[in-house]
């Protein structure tokens, strides 16, 4: 999969779950980036995606939003809800 291809399916994605999710998604030009739903700059950018998908949780949890981890090939991987889950765990 081309890298612009990669690029527009995690921007497509984000821009579905805009304002109150946080993503880890691959850089093209190397490493990964957290972003904020909708936004087209990084929060930051880290060389492991270990490092990416601490950091971005942690913001995440800081700011109560969704938090969504995309593969290489700009798939969502993981979903963790950090904020008001439409469906919570009964219990």
């Known amino acids: 999969m081309s890298?612009?291809?990669m690029h527009l399916l995690c921007r497509k994605e984000m821009i579905m779950a805009k304002g109150k999710s946080h993503h880890v998604v691959p850089n093209p030009d190397g490493g990964w980036d957290v972003?904020?739903?909708g936004s087209s700059r990084a929060s930051g950018h880290y060389d492991t995606k270990k490092d990416a998908v601490d950091?971005?949780?942690q913001i995440s949890?800081?700011?109560g939003t969704e938090f969504?981890?995309?593969g290489k090939d700009g798939?969502?991987?993981q979903k963790d809800s950090h904020g008001n889950d439409?469906?919570?765990p009964k219990g």
């Open 3 to 5: 890298r612009g291809f």
């Open 35 to 37: 972003k904020k739903g």
């Open 55 to 57: 950091q971005g949780r």
């Open 61 to 63: 949890k800081n700011q």
């Open 68 to 70: 969504y981890i995309h």
């Open 75 to 77: 798939q969502i991987q």
């Open 86 to 88: 439409p469906h919570p």
